[in-house]
């Protein structure tokens, strides 16, 4: 049971160069989120997509772009990376009232 | 919007009781979640109470007061394997009825021999 799949696992990034951070899901969930984790901190929300062709931005949304590509996948972009964007990346899916499943995490360093 | 208050750190040793609290301010409030977090792993769902009183799973129990804003996690019986970071987490219905989630800060145990 693959579950909630990520790529990649980790990736370096210098100031100002671009990347999207893939997200599958194999449960026939409708909600997908997309979490940033910085040290020592809880899990922020960045952007969720209740279900197909529908998103939503959460608490920390600026210098990202999401596409909830179809019900399996929902991408996360950086446009233009930035120091502060250093972090480990979760995405994580869902049906409504019920638990979020997580993936693998993406460890993002931006230099 | 929301915000969730729990320590930080918390110490027990093997075979003991801890209990994590956690305190919530919401503008809605659909329920409280647990999820724990092993280091360099994904947070995993552990229990929820959408309602007072007392939930048991096992060696874990979680605990609600709607009218204090307030619930603990309870783990009895520590096992080395229970070291690692614990989230309460709100549930907020959003702006498309979706399910979302805001996370406290996180509690890490250190369980010692």
């Known amino acids: 049971n693959a579950g909630v799949t990520q790529t990649p696992k980790f990736q370096v990034l210098k100031t100002g160069q671009s990347m999207t951070l893939q997200c599958a899901q194999d449960m026939n969930h409708n909600s997908m989120y997309w979490y940033r984790q910085d040290p020592g901190m809880g899990l922020r929300l960045i952007y969720y997509s209740a279900s197909e062709g529908t998103t939503d931005k959460g608490e920390v949304p600026n210098g990202y772009n999401v596409s909830r590509l179809n019900k399996r996948e929902f991408s996360l972009r950086l446009e233009s990376a930035a120091p502060s964007q250093t972090s480990v990346y979760f995405c994580?899916?869902?049906?409504?009232?019920?638990?979020?499943?997580f993936g693998n995490g993406t460890r993002l360093t931006v230099t | 919007g929301q915000s969730l208050e729990q320590p930080s750190e918390v110490t027990a040793v093997e075979g003991a009781i801890v209990q994590i609290n956690c305190t919530y301010q919401t503008s809605g409030f659909y329920g409280l979640s647990w999820y724990q977090q092993h280091d360099g792993g994904a947070p995993t769902f552990l229990s929820y109470n959408a309602l007072d009183g007392l939930e048991e799973t096992g060696r874990f129990s979680s605990f609600l007061s709607r009218s204090d804003s307030y619930g603990y996690l309870l783990l009895q019986e520590l096992q080395m394997k229970d070291s690692a970071s614990y989230f309460c987490?709100?549930?907020?219905?959003?702006?498309?009825?979706?399910?979302?989630?805001?996370f406290g800060g996180g509690t890490r145990l250190m369980v010692k021999p």
């Open positions: 994580a899916s869902s049906e409504v009232n019920s638990p979020l499943h």
């Open positions: 987490a709100v549930r907020d219905l959003g702006n498309n009825a979706g399910n979302m989630l805001t």
